[in-house]
């Protein structure tokens, strides 16, 4: 991604803001809702990781094919996208519109909020750079975040 921002947006907020669409359903009706919870280049996401942890992390972007073959089960559908959220950087926050996602979503929490309140996880997973660990453990540990 470089320096490009990305929409991003905790699995539990969409489904928050799912809810209210579908309570609401005349106001939404052939519409596009498009929501996220905060726009953020991989540098400013790295900073606020290392806030959190205090800890330094270092945003490395991957070439694409390099991160397409990382050895998770995302890395390809993902390294298929990164490229064209990168080429529509300027459009595609836009169409993700922050406030109408805290209209829709009030308990939606600011993304510095949300790193803080699962710190355990980021932690885990930066531990698991330096040592062997449960695997199954860090799995459950990211996919909360």
């Known amino acids: 991604m470089a320096d490009s921002k990305l929409a991003l947006i905790?699995?539990?907020d969409m489904g928050?803001?799912?809810f209210a669409v579908?309570?609401?359903?005349?106001?939404?009706?052939?519409?596009?809702?498009?929501?996220?919870?905060?726009?953020a280049s991989g540098a400013e996401l790295a900073a606020l990781i290392s806030d959190v942890i205090g800890e330094t992390v270092h945003y490395r972007p991957f070439a694409w094919d390099q991160f397409r073959s990382l050895?998770?089960?995302?890395?390809?559908?993902?390294?298929?996208?990164?490229?064209?959220?990168?080429?529509?950087?300027r459009d595609l926050p836009a169409r993700r519109d922050l406030d109408e996602s805290r209209r829709l979503n009030h308990a939606m929490e600011p993304l510095d909020a949300w790193l803080?309140?699962?710190?355990?996880?980021?932690?885990l997973s930066a531990q698991s750079r330096n040592r062997p660990v449960n695997r199954r453990v860090v799995r459950s540990a990211r996919s909360a975040w």
Request: proline share 6%; aromatic share 12%.
């Open 10 to 12: 905790a699995a539990e």
């Open 16 to 18: 928050r803001t799912a």
């Open 22 to 39: 579908f309570r609401n359903p005349d106001v939404h009706i052939g519409r596009t809702v498009s929501v996220a919870g905060a726009h």
């Open 71 to 89: 050895p998770f089960w995302t890395a390809v559908t993902a390294g298929n996208a990164f490229p064209y959220f990168a080429e529509n950087e």
């Open 116 to 123: 803080r309140s699962h710190r355990a996880g980021l932690l």
